[in-house]
């Protein structure tokens, strides 16, 4: 158990890293003329590389 008034020690993996959220477009269609109605954009983000590796989770 902890002490008393005590404080965790920050720890930084090597993994931390900054990441860019962009934005993917959607195409919303009538279904009846199969025209375009309006486009939509919704948040995403892009990961690439062995993250998954580096995080222990193959």
């Known amino acids: 158990m902890a002490?008393?008034?005590?404080?965790?020690e920050p720890t930084i993996?090597?993994?931390q890293?900054?990441?860019k959220v962009?934005?993917?477009s959607a195409r919303h269609?009538?279904?009846?003329?199969?025209?375009t109605t309006y486009y939509s954009q919704h948040p995403s983000l892009?990961?690439?590389?062995?993250w998954l590796a580096e995080a222990g989770r193959q």
Not at 3 to 8: L, P, Q, T
Not at 29 to 35: A, D, F, G, L
Not at 46 to 50: A, R, V
């Open 3 to 8: 002490e008393k008034h005590s404080k965790a």
């Open 13 to 15: 993996s090597k993994a």
């Open 17 to 19: 890293c900054r990441y």
């Open 22 to 24: 962009g934005y993917v």
């Open 29 to 35: 269609i009538n279904s009846k003329t199969y025209m």
């Open 46 to 50: 892009h990961l690439k590389g062995d």
